[in-house]
């Protein structure tokens, strides 16, 4: 198996940051229902020394537009519509006057291997800095510097850094089979993690990246694994007779839910990474799958046919007080808890067609948050911000990324099953 290197792995080998900023204040709230898209201007970062490449700044400064533009909170301004260049006296009447909220401006010079860049973010109708940082790295760091520019950005002005340093764990096909593959939340750097040659499918990542538990038939039989993301090491978790298949982490990372038909039928169970000892959640004659902990480990939902029909419950985290979520529609599935607890999503079927839902976990009515194609397996960003999703036409199947309404998608790859990693670096 290949191994993957998260961005925290790697960055903080060739990043130097210096920090200072406007503290405490909120310039743009992204949690506002009438939330618009900010305006801004990025304008192409201006070489200070000579041996510097004349290619980096131009191609630092795409990136970060690139970055703040899928976040669906900022709208960068078509450099066309600039009124000055890039490097002299800020006339910010010139950025007004093209609807620009706030600038980006930045240097960058060249010592030995190495480039220092500079980045400042201004308050266009105010005319003042509202962060100005600098950071060193040489030209690999590249992309690494316009996330974290791009993160930096996000964070001054809203308070939350984002998904910047996020990855994605999914399923991608191979032949008659499928295998595992990571992937950057702009799709980019793309590894493919096993290597088994033959059906694997639910990739689960820890509560802190470190490992992805997943289900392979690498062994002729559906078993439990866990993955390395460090080491690119894979040891097997679960082989009990039957289904072997992963939920989700407990969130201090010790324990995984599992579905496991040890006993004829599949009923849901608590594993202990360390050990592998396992403790059985549910009793029932009907089905009981897709278990998922809720973010203070107290609650789990699940789906269960015991109602007749695939149907979400929630239960205590010990198997007891079992209770049913959804009663509209006859097939609601692969339950998904938001990261700040007041969510969960699921896959419904509605006219035929499978769409992504949204319900408080106290019940009443859903929302429904796609329309058009299928869409499938939801699965929540970190911050709680973001949904991704496979959305299917025909026999094919690709990873979208939206909004909490549905807005702004974007196609990431082909592929299924979604996972998100926790952000690798603050």
């Not at 694997?200 to 392979?216: E, K, N, V």
């Not at 970190?382 to 496979?390: C, K, Q, Y």
């Not at 807005?407 to 299924?416: D, E």
Request: glycine share 10%.
């Amino acid at each position: 198996m290949r191994k993957w290197v998260l961005p925290s792995l790697i960055i903080m080998a060739g990043l130097i940051l210096c920090r200072s900023s406007v503290l405490g204040r909120i310039y743009i709230d992204i949690d506002s229902p009438n939330y618009r898209r900010t305006q801004i201007a990025v304008t192409e970062f201006q070489s200070l020394s000579p041996q510097a490449s004349p290619t980096f700044g131009p191609s630092l400064t795409e990136k970060v537009s690139k970055l703040l533009n899928i976040t669906g909170f900022f709208s960068p301004i078509p450099t066309q519509a600039f009124l000055e260049k890039p490097g002299g006296r800020i006339d910010f009447s010139n950025w007004s006057a093209i609807g620009a909220e706030y600038l980006i401006a930045g240097t960058y010079v060249a010592e030995g291997p190495r480039f220092l860049i500079e980045m400042r973010l201004y308050d266009v109708v105010k005319g003042e800095v509202i962060k100005a940082n600098r950071y060193s790295g040489t030209p690999v760091d590249q992309t690494l510097i316009a996330r974290q520019i791009a993160r930096d950005v996000l964070e001054a002005l809203s308070g939350e850094g984002g998904i910047f340093f996020t990855s994605l764990a999914l399923v991608v096909k191979k032949g008659t089979g499928s295998e595992i593959g990571i992937v950057n939340f702009d799709g980019t750097d793309y590894v493919e993690i096993t290597r088994t040659n033959s059906i694997t499918l639910s990739p689960r990542f820890s509560p802190d990246g470190r490992y992805l538990a997943f289900m392979s038939y690498k062994n002729k039989n559906p078993h439990l694994f866990i993955y390395d993301v460090k080491t690119g090491s894979t040891r097997l978790l679960s082989s009990t007779p039957g289904l072997n298949l992963p939920g989700s982490w407990s969130p201090d990372g010790k324990m995984i839910l599992a579905t496991l038909s040890v006993d004829g039928n599949e009923e849901i169970y608590a594993i202990e990474v360390a050990t592998g000892k396992r403790k059985r959640l549910t009793y029932n004659q009907d089905i009981d799958v897709s278990p998922v902990f809720s973010p203070d480990g107290k609650s789990i939902a699940f789906v269960s046919d015991r109602s007749g029909t695939p149907q979400i419950f929630i239960m205590n985290s010990d198997g007891t007080n079992v209770r049913r979520l959804t009663f509209y529609g006859n097939y609601n599935t692969s339950p998904a808890w938001s990261p700040r607890g007041d969510r969960i999503l699921y896959e419904g079927r509605k006219d035929g067609i499978f769409q992504i839902f949204s319900i408080s976990p106290g019940g009443g009515e859903p929302l429904q948050i796609t329309n058009g194609p299928e869409h499938r397996s939801p699965a929540w960003s970190p911050d709680g911000r973001f949904i991704a999703a496979t959305v299917v036409e025909g026999v094919k199947e690709k990873i979208t990324i939206m909004n909490l309404n549905g807005n702004n998608q974007r196609v990431l790859l082909p592929g299924s099953q979604p996972n998100w990693s926790p952000v690798q670096r603050r």
